[in-house]
């Protein structure tokens, strides 16, 4: 096999792994597949497990038919369980020279799984094989530096994992409090607290990188209209928390686009789009109102009373009819606290996962240089 010269004077893997073959003996354990991202559910019910592979604590588990996508996973999660026979298993046989877990992030790069789609083998399907892997070389710094890159790496990673972990409660307590309102405060008609706003960018002072659409996940995206030679005087300006709505719901899949401009910065938007704001955002808090309207409730609402021939619109007069419940500005606040906390939270987990991406092959280029 050949292998990229850059690792012409790394260590060679086949001196530091062994292939675990042991088979289940009916034994009571978790049973899983492999993806590239961790282990799974098996796909298969009532399958003779006695034929299937064990593997334990630190192994690696990973599919031969599909590492080109990297699927392959290192195990820090069971302390035995058993998969596929399909699934080979290796594991590291020098612990006090390498780190599982630092040869993980060897392998869960993009390059590791581009070289076992160039090295897979086979007639009707290629493999990549626990043979195949023996010729590869690899950076062996010491093993405390070893450890270092490893902690760096789990640091960020656990951030990650920590921050995403409270998406989901405060999701859920932030749209409990909605209903609750419901329950405990006044409804009100939209129309009494909104008004429409069309300002128009008469003086071409906003350009084409001003320019934004509005997608169906409520939020502003990049326009995929050509604007090559199209004048932008009549476009709306949407400025720091004005709302943008687009009445027509036929053709987006039962959801009406709407987006929030939380930003200091102004946009611009088409003029066949709705603009408005509150009133009195002291009574009624723009975000507070962004949250009922990215509700699927009103999704459903605006849907059902959209009107029209040859296409549907949901227009400014049904708006205003829409009724809202309205507590108290610090029970709003409250609100919108918790769904601050949460977009906090998506925020940094998406950043550490961004980070962890460029990270991995990072620290394997550093092992390299020394």
């Not at 086979?122 to 270092?148: K, M, T, W």
Request: net charge neutral.
């Amino acid at each position: 096999m050949s292998v990229n010269k850059e690792y012409s004077k790394l260590v060679r893997l086949e001196d530091y792994i062994t292939q675990r073959r042991e088979k289940n003996d009916n034994l009571s354990v978790p049973i899983k597949g492999v993806t590239n991202s961790g282990f799974i559910p098996p796909k298969q019910e009532g399958a003779d497990t006695s034929i299937y592979n064990v593997f334990y604590k630190y192994d690696f588990v990973f599919n031969p038919a599909r590492m080109e996508l990297n699927s392959i996973f290192l195990n820090l999660e069971y302390d035995q369980a058993i998969c596929s026979s399909l699934y080979e298993i290796f594991y590291v046989n020098k612990t006090g020279d390498v780190l599982p877990e630092y040869l993980n992030l060897f392998i869960k790069r993009d390059e590791f799984a581009r070289f076992c789609w160039y090295d897979a083998m086979g007639s009707a399907r290629n493999y990549f094989r626990v043979a195949n892997l023996q010729d590869i070389r690899f950076p062996l710094p010491d093993i405390e530096v070893q450890r270092e890159l490893v902690n760096t790496y789990n640091g960020l990673k656990a951030s990650a994992e920590q921050n995403e972990a409270l998406i989901k409660p405060l999701t859920e307590a932030c749209q409990a409090y909605i209903v609750d309102c419901r329950k405990k405060h006044p409804e009100i008609e939209l129309g009494e607290y909104v008004e429409v706003c069309d300002e128009r960018n008469n003086h071409d002072k906003y350009t084409l990188e001003d320019v934004r659409g509005i997608s169906t996940q409520k939020k502003f995206i990049a326009t995929k209209a050509n604007l090559a030679g199209v004048p932008l005087t009549g476009y709306k300006v949407v400025n720091s928390f004005d709302f943008v709505y687009v009445a027509d719901t036929s053709r987006r899949g039962d959801k009406i686009a709407l987006a929030l401009n939380t930003t200091d910065e102004s946009f611009l938007i088409s003029s066949i789009y709705t603009t408005f704001r509150s009133i009195d955002t002291k009574k009624l808090l723009p975000k507070y109102l962004y949250l009922l309207l990215s509700r699927t409730e009103f999704d459903r609402l605006s849907r059902f009373n959209s009107w029209g021939s040859a296409r549907e619109t949901f227009d400014w007069s049904e708006f205003c009819r829409v009724r809202i419940p309205l507590p108290p500005p610090e029970v709003q606040q409250a609100i919108v606290n918790i769904y601050n906390c949460a977009e906090e939270a998506k925020n940094i987990a998406s950043e550490a996962r961004k980070k962890i991406k460029i990270l991995g092959p990072a620290l394997v280029q550093k092992a390299i240089n020394g």
